[in-house]
T-cell receptor, first 114, second 109 residues
Framework: DSGVTQTPKHLITATGQRVTLRCSPR?????VYWYQQSLDQGLQFLIQ???????AKGNILERFSAQQFPDLHSELNLSSLELGDSALYFC?????????????FGNGTRLTVT | DAKTTQPTSMDCAEGRAANLPCNHS???????VYWYRQIHSQGPQYIIH???NNETNEMASLIITEDRKSSTLILPHATLRDTAVYYC??????????FGQGTILTVHP
């Protein structure tokens, strides 16, 4: 158990809808990361927050947004969903952003868009 | 992050050591080598990381060559539960990790 909690585990929704994925980082970790894993793309970095502020952006679509709250949990909002958004979404956390600080991943939310 | 090259797949017999190679010839001086694995569709699991020296923890050992252009992850006594995709990552970015395609390790009975 990595200590990173993601909810829900599974989500099935229709095209055009909006969903929110939630992540609780490990106790004491200030940094949160979101990754997307689809069958044909591998693990893709989406966005990183550190202590409530956005730190880095990756291949995140404009339809997607995220935030980190004062209690350090994070939410990833996906809107105007398309079939191609079906994927596993992973959250990771780390104590800081130093190069020798490992990321620890949750077990993901499996999103299916029908 | 430095580009890393790993074999697409490897096999190992249960109980034997699994030695997973990684080439990172363009690695820079402050770049750490990280290893993660992903079992089935679970979240990536942190294994070990290092900068210059060899490292060992309860899961594995990491051997980094003196010129730092390659490294080997060693699972000393592989079990069936070690069957997974193993990712070698060279990390320079403060924050994110960039995952490649990894090595599919299959441990056979």
């Amino acid at each position: 158990d990595s200590g990173v909690t993601q909810t829900p585990k599974h989500l099935i929704t229709a095209t055009g809808q909006r969903v929110t994925l939630r992540c609780s980082p490990r106790s004491g970790d200030l940094s949160v990361y979101w990754y997307q894993q689809s069958l044909d793309q591998g693990l893709q970095f989406l966005i990183q927050y550190y202590n409530g502020e956005e730190r880095a952006k990756g291949n995140i679509l404009e339809r997607f947004s995220a935030q980190q709250f004062p209690d350090l949990h994070s939410e990833l909002n996906l809107s105007s969903l398309e079939l191609g958004d079906s994927a596993l979404y992973f959250c990771a956390s780390s104590a800081g952003t130093a190069l020798d600080t490992p990321l620890h991943f949750g077990n993901g939310t499996r999103l299916t868009v029908t | 992050d430095a580009k890393t090259t790993q074999p697409t797949s490897m096999d190992c017999a249960e109980g034997r050591a699994a030695n997973l190679p990684c080439n990172h010839s363009t690695i820079s001086g402050n770049e750490y080598v990280y290893w993660y694995r992903q079992i089935h569709s679970q979240g990536p699991q942190y294994i070990i990381h290092g900068l210059k020296n060899n490292e060992t923890n309860e899961m594995a050992s990491l051997i980094i060559t003196e010129d730092r252009k390659s490294s080997t992850l060693i699972l000393p006594h592989a079990t069936l539960r070690d069957t997974a995709v193993y990712y070698c990552i060279g990390r320079t970015s403060y924050g994110k990790l960039t995952f490649g395609q990894g090595t599919i390790l299959t441990v056979h009975p």
